[in-house]
């Protein structure tokens, strides 16, 4: 998996807290307050920002089309049934 990781602002603010516990000037306890995580969530982030960096942060499925989505066709159909703007 390579290439640029875009972060949110969120993920961002999460990868400095967690940059943090990492240099050691914050605690797992400290942090997981003031993202308002478990500790045990902490914990997990910071030994996927170790292995991964950055890239450990968003959701893996990020830009994926739904495992559950309706196809396009079916969707529009529907739309189209219902009497609706499609």
């Known amino acids: 998996m390579g290439g640029d990781v875009f972060l949110s602002v969120k993920e961002a ?4 807290v967690i940059e943090g ?5 914050l605690t797992v306890g ?3 307050q003031v ?5 045990r969530q902490v914990k997990r982030l910071k030994v996927g920002v170790r ?5 450990a942060l968003p959701h893996k499925n990020r830009g994926r089309k739904p495992k559950h989505a309706l196809p396009e066709t ?10 609706g703007p499609a």
């Open 13 to 16: 603010r999460k990868l400095h």
């Open 35 to 39: 993202l308002g995580l478990s500790e």
């Open 74 to 83: 079916t969707r529009r159909l529907i739309v189209e049934l219902a009497g």
């Open 21 to 25: 516990v990492l240099a050691g000037r």
């Open 30 to 32: 400290h942090a997981a």
């Open 51 to 55: 292995r991964h960096g950055p890239a």
